[in-house]
């Protein structure tokens, strides 16, 4: 009889091949010790026996790898983002619908194209999904149409249906394949007659924001379905009656992220509504979520001793937390009549600065609540970003009606500016320490640097960032800035001359909302739109650093979007789909995402690129 071990074994074997043969490095055999063994379950028996005849290896720990499984065997790559994907009821085949408007069929095991493009929709498709039998494919789009088409040949059979007044978002057939019910971004739901393109019922009312998506149950008589108004609810599918609902939960985007003086936490705050406190040397959780703002949280900061943290949100509120155990010590603050963009201790911690969408700043006793200063009015349009002059003088305001201005803290009067030179949004800015100057990112992609005192331009505009420049901050001996964007990236610039000192540096993979400083100026943190939060070296990203073992330097290092990461043109090792926002790269000292912390110490012995081949031991 097979041992229990064996069968084991046999399992996890055939796992790990299912898992390895759809990606791009099964096309390389050293890759399975390289790539796929790194990133596979530490507790697996393949892991166990293979990877103790292994040196030289990626080795990725952190809380994350415990918590991550990799959710992808294959991947193939289109010309257009895809908005949906299904299986067909068999699994042989995969439907795929694109921002391009068009819809292809896939075979499941090669990625070869077996239908399509099938082209018809005027729109990015939106949803596509098979009926039970596999002959048909229903497909909706944000031309407000759905359409049925020949799972084989790509003919249209039926549509398209109209009645919907904004995008179709989702779609599915009924398990007979006589219905089909679609959500939409009009905020409802409609029951179709899969034939004749016929409404049978609807519109469904109540959902108050878009209809993500939509399914019926197994046997046709409920539909179920998740709204942008972070609800779920199920309807009778017949006479659209609300049978249960709504269910609440979610998590999003973080948008600011700031170190404590002492620089051993991190506070983030995000479009999940909530505030956390992370230990800035291991990526733990110390503290959080915070939750009571019914809001995006849009801007975050410690007070100088670390002990309270402010927040400011798009429910037009501030609120002051205690930074250990979460309790809200003061707040909501409320005066503001639009959302609150950005907020700021005074070094004393004594103030609360804040600047809004209402156009308006103000500044507010830090304890109280009560409104010491303001509003103060000047910006003809949104305040993006505010910030304390280390002494609390004064106040530096950037708007997105392309100035910048410097206000007395105490009587709200105007001491310098309007400063004029960019010509687009001021989305961040901030004072050098000793107060004398001014940084500015903008929406025109530059960044520029200005005497506090008189407004003039004294450095810039420094041009690199291929997008919109969303943070900058001064190092604390004001030497450097650094800078995150739209385009992804972090850069390092001398705040004299304009000099990129380090960067681009990559690992984000969505517009990085913010960039902070440690206080000793080892470290840089940012916050991103790909949910995550990445801690980087300063001192290994400012030195020609090389790869243990190889003669590629580690500013070569590269992601691509087949999951390789390279450096130049040589192949270091592969990843799974759905890892990378979690890989840190060679200059982060760790990355926190959804799952946890992860890390990997590149400068211990690495046989990767030209050394492969040392790799394994017997």
Request: net charge negative.
């Amino acid at each position: 009889m097979t041992s229990v071990n064996t069968l084991k074994l046999i399992s996890d074997a055939a796992a790990f091949m299912r898992r390895f043969m759809g990606g791009a490095c099964s096309h390389s055999t050293p890759h399975i010790y390289i790539s796929a063994l790194p990133f596979w379950d530490k507790s697996s028996t393949v892991y166990g026996n293979y990877w103790t005849h292994t040196q030289g290896l990626i080795d990725v720990k952190g809380s994350a790898m415990k918590q991550w499984h990799s959710p992808g065997i294959g991947v193939w790559s289109t010309n257009s983002s895809v908005q949906s994907v299904a299986f067909s009821p068999d699994g042989t085949r995969i439907v795929s619908g694109s921002s391009d408007h068009t819809i292809q069929v896939w075979d499941s095991h090669t990625g070869d194209i077996v239908a399509g493009p099938l082209q018809g929709h005027t729109d990015s498709v939106k949803s596509v999904a098979f009926s039970s039998d596999g002959t048909r494919i229903v497909s909706g789009s944000s031309d407000c149409t759905i359409q049925v088409w020949d799972s084989h040949t790509g003919d249209i059979v039926a549509g398209p249906f109209q009645g919907h007044t904004d995008s179709v978002k989702s779609v599915a057939f009924s398990s007979d394949g006589t219905c089909i019910v679609s959500g939409s971004d009009d905020h409802t739901i409609q029951v179709w007659d899969s034939h004749t393109g016929d409404i049978v019922a609807g519109p469904f009312q109540g959902h108050t924001r878009r209809v993500n998506s939509v399914a019926f149950s197994s046997d046709g008589t409920r539909i179920v379905s998740g709204s942008d108004d972070h609800t779920i609810q199920v309807w009778d599918s017949h006479t659209g009656d609300i049978v249960a609902g709504p269910f609440q939960g979610h998590t999003d985007s973080v948008n600011s992220v700031a170190f404590s003086s002492d620089g051993t936490c991190i506070v983030s705050g995000s479009y999940d509504h909530t505030i956390r406190v992370w230990d800035s040397h291991t990526g733990d959780i110390v503290a959080g979520p915070f939750q009571g703002h019914t809001n995006w949280v849009k801007s975050v900061a410690f007070s100088s001793d670390g002990t309270c943290i402010v927040s400011g949100s798009y429910d037009h509120t501030i609120r002051v937390w205690d930074s250990h155990t979460g309790d809200i010590v003061a707040g909501p603050f409320q005066g503001h009549t639009d959302w609150v963009n950005s907020v700021a201790f005074s070094s004393d911690g004594t103030h609360i600065v804040s600047g809004s969408y209402d156009h308006t700043i103000r500044v507010w006793d830090s304890h109280t609540g009560d409104i010491v200063a303001g509003p103060f009015q000047g910006h003809t349009d949104s305040v993006n970003s505010v910030a304390f002059s280390s002494d609390g003088t004064c106040i530096v305001s950037g708007s997105d009606d392309h100035t910048i201005r410097v206000w007395d803290s105490h009587t709200g009067d105007i001491v310098a500016g309007p400063l004029q030179g960019h010509t687009d949004s001021v989305n961040s800015v901030a004072f050098s320490s000793d107060g004398t100057h001014i940084v500015s990112g903008s929406d025109d992609r530059t960044i520029r640097v200005w005497d506090s005192h008189t407004g003039d331009i004294v450095a810039g505009p420094f041009q690199g960032h291929t997008d919109s420049v969303n943070s900058v901050a001064f190092s604390s001996d004001g030497t450097h800035i650094v800078s995150g964007s739209d385009d992804h990236t972090i850069r390092v610039w001398d705040s004299h001359t304009g000099d990129i000192v380090a960067g681009p540096f990559q690992g984000h993979t969505d517009s990085v909302n913010s960039v902070a400083f440690s206080s000793d100026g080892t470290c840089i943190v940012s916050g991103s739109s790909d949910h995550t939060i990445r801690v980087t070296d300063y001192c290994t990203i400012t030195k020609p650093h090389i790869f243990n073992h190889s003669s590629l330097l580690i500013s070569d290092f590269t992601y691509n979007q087949d999951g390789w990461i390279t450096a130049g043109n040589i192949p270091l090792f592969w990843i799974f789909p759905g890892f990378q926002n979690q890989l840190p790269f060679p200059h982060d000292c760790f990355v926190i995402g959804h799952d946890g912390s992860s890390f990997i110490n590149y400068q211990q012995d690495i046989y990767i690129g030209e050394a492969w081949f040392h790799c394994y031991i017997r």
